[in-house]
């Protein structure tokens, strides 16, 4: 079946440092890949994605590059903000789509030191 | 412009009562998906509507089941409640893009219910 695996947070950085949260899935197929944002209280919000192999996702700062061979996704940063502290999950959802059926890793909480 | 909403925010049940969640799509979407999120776990789905109809479902048993209305408005309800149910339960909704199986729509997510089974 398709899973997604995140590295185990927490993660605490100072302000300025690399982020690297790192993300391997298995899936048939190529698989459309996705990251996501939860900020306490809050819904899950879209934070980039991509849908073919070597596709690079990117929005506020933040990278992933979809690695077919390595079968992985992870999300890097180069410089942290306190506002980043969150906890960040990614997902897949299957390339023979089943439309709004996303397969979550477990969650990487990070968390910004000043 | 509204997001997702949804209600009630938190809630208590005891095992075996039956639990209603309601959640209204962002303006323009006509699409419903629910998911269970477990403490500390990611998102699993549980369902599926378009149309007024159930199109897909996850792993979840038949006391798991869900509703939408011509508005796009959704209800998931859960009966004979145990305790592993307790879990923030989030509501996403999208704008179709085509026939089932179809792209990479985003989904925008609600805040959230936190059901409680004691």
């Known amino acids: 079946g398709n899973s997604v695996t995140q590295m185990e947070g927490p993660v605490t950085l100072s302000e300025e440092a690399f982020l690297t949260i790192n993300c391997t899935y298995t899936?048939?197929?190529?698989?459309?890949l996705f990251w996501y944002v939860q900020y306490p209280g809050e819904g899950l919000q879209l934070l980039l994605k991509a849908t073919k192999a070597d596709d690079k996702g990117s929005n506020k700062g933040f990278e992933a590059t979809y690695r077919k061979e390595t079968t992985s996704f992870h999300l890097e940063k180069g410089s942290v903000q306190v506002s980043d502290s969150a906890v960040y999950f990614c997902a897949l959802r299957r390339s023979d789509n089943a439309g709004n059926m996303l397969t979550f890793g477990g969650g990487t909480r990070l968390m910004v030191k000043p | 412009d509204a997001g997702v909403t949804q209600s009630p925010t938190h809630l208590i049940k005891t095992r075996g009562q039956q639990v209603t969640l309601r959640c209204s799509p962002k303006?323009?979407?006509?699409?419903v998906s629910w998911y269970q999120q477990a403490l500390g776990q990611g998102p699993q789905f549980i369902f599926q509507?378009?149309?007024?109809?159930?199109?897909q479902r996850g792993n979840f048993p038949d006391r798991f089941s869900g509703h939408q209305f011509p508005n796009y408005s959704s209800e998931l309800n859960v009966n004979a409640l145990l305790l592993g149910d307790s879990a923030l339960y989030l509501c996403?909704?999208?704008?179709?893009?085509?026939?089932?199986?179809?792209?990479?729509?985003?989904?925008?997510f609600g805040a959230g219910s936190r059901l409680t089974v004691l």
């Open positions: 899936a048939t197929g190529y698989p459309s």
């Open positions: 996403a909704s999208s704008q179709f893009g085509g026939a089932f199986p179809s792209g990479a729509n985003v989904l925008t």
């Open positions: 303006s323009g979407h006509d699409t």
């Open positions: 509507y378009y149309e007024e109809e159930e199109r």
